[in-house]
């Protein structure tokens, strides 16, 4: 789902609202909901970078960006010196109180405690310096490689029955729903070290750039949200997640909690953090409620004409149909028979998409059926939807050659 270009130096924010945005545009820079840079759950796993990297100035090898620095989250995001609640944070208290039929003191009590986060500010304004060119091979290295298919396939055989019932209830792959989590916070590994209060307070009252009020205005509406939850007893006020305010294993915005999240073990409570069942569903159901088609492929078997750059118009929703693909010149390729590749896709909007290698002035092209762009949805970016495609076939490969391996051969899988 996400917008390509005019979020260029902003793409970071897009990327960052997991399942919970509705953008018309395609972003130039998204890196995922989980490039934000947390303490990890296990010390004894290498710090990595949570989710794929950015699509612009990555580093060159990945790493953390740091979690947050408490010597510097010690003034109010809400009051004034002198002690007083600014007089922008009381009308949007009142303003949200009489919306929702919230208690303005517990709205008080709980906005009281939000902490302004430099380190917020700084990671989500826009980098200075030149732009730096896209590379798609870069950024599926970082994403389809080694530890993430092991850890995987660890995680699918913990959860098998959670994610087959995942799959025969909203009709989502057990592979795409495990590509997901493993590229927003390794399989929880890394979920996030900012209180989100403070991160949203931050992003919603001092959002670090000005001309961009709407931004604001976004953090502002998820700060609703996360308050509206803490109140309502769903979400704990000292909850911690990404330096943009993203939760749990698949980093949903509270938003998305609000609308999409599932109690799947029916606990009371959905614990997108602690409860692998819980973050299951609700992926699938995100995934669902965005437009997932039950068995049909990520990308559809076509071969393109030589030049499909004029095809691709850039958007987050498909725009063609076959037949007028094929009068562009497009044919379909042949396919191994299985139950996902079937003509089914020909019935259904298709879009081509492009993966661009900016310094060689060359790209990728694959045609993408409506579920790559319901992927899109969790991330208004090409490459992360196309990361998480992949991702997916390379342990659901793995997954398959295991099960066939004679069983003197099989070893266990990398935890």
Avoid at 50 to 63: C, F
Avoid at 216 to 239: P, S
Avoid at 253 to 275: E, Q, T
Wanted: glycine share 8%.
């Amino acid at each position: 789902m996400f917008i390509w270009r005019y979020l260029l130096q902003l793409g970071i924010i897009a990327a960052l609202l997991t399942g919970c945005s509705s953008a018309q545009n395609r972003p130039d820079a998204s890196p995922a909901p989980g490039t934000q840079g947390r303490a990890l759950a296990d010390a004894s796993v290498p710090r990595l970078r949570i989710g794929p990297p950015p699509e612009q100035g990555a580093a060159s090898t990945i790493g953390s960006e740091g979690g947050v620095d408490t010597t510097e989250t010690q003034r109010s995001a809400v009051a004034t010196p002198d002690g007083r609640m600014r007089a922008d944070v009381l009308a949007y208290m009142q303003e949200l109180a009489a919306a929702r039929g919230l208690s303005l003191d517990r709205l008080n009590g709980v906005l009281t405690d939000a902490r302004y986060s430099p380190a917020v500010a700084r990671l989500i304004a826009p980098a200075p310096g030149r732009k730096i060119s896209r590379s798609w091979l870069t950024y599926r290295a970082r994403v389809v490689e080694p530890k993430r298919i092991g850890w995987g396939m660890t995680f699918w055989q913990d959860n098998a029955d959670t994610l087959d019932q995942a799959a025969q209830r909203f009709g989502v792959p057990a592979s795409i729903i495990v590509s997901i989590i493993g590229v927003e916070t390794l399989y929880g590994r890394n979920m996030g070290s900012f209180r989100v209060l403070d991160a949203l307070s931050t992003l919603a009252f001092d959002y670090p750039d000005p001309s961009k009020p709407e931004r604001a205005q976004m953090f502002r509406d998820q700060l609703g949200d996360f308050l509206t939850l803490t109140l309502q007893g769903r979400l704990d006020a000292q909850t911690v997640g990404s330096y943009a305010g993203a939760i749990g294993m698949p980093q949903f915005m509270p938003g998305s909690i609000m609308r999409y999240a599932i109690d799947g073990d029916r606990d009371g409570h959905i614990d997108l953090a602690n409860s692998p069942r819980d973050a299951i569903l609700s992926v699938g159901n995100f995934l669902m409620e965005h437009g997932w088609a039950r068995g049909i492929p990520v990308f559809a078997p076509v071969a393109l004409p030589a030049d499909p750059a004029p095809l691709v118009d850039g958007g987050l929703a498909p725009t063609r149909t076959w037949p007028q693909l094929q009068a562009a010149g497009a044919t379909a390729a042949p396919i191994a028979s299985t139950a996902s590749d079937n003509s089914d896709w020909q019935r259904g909007m298709l879009g081509v998409i492009d993966l661009p290698e900016e310094s060689a002035g060359t790209a990728e092209y694959r045609t993408a059926t409506v579920n790559f762009f319901a992927l899109t949805q969790y991330n208004r970016s090409y490459f992360y939807a196309a990361s998480v495609a992949d991702l997916a076939a390379a342990i659901q490969a793995r997954m398959r050659a295991v099960a066939t391996r004679p069983a003197q051969l099989n070893t266990p899988v990398d935890r």
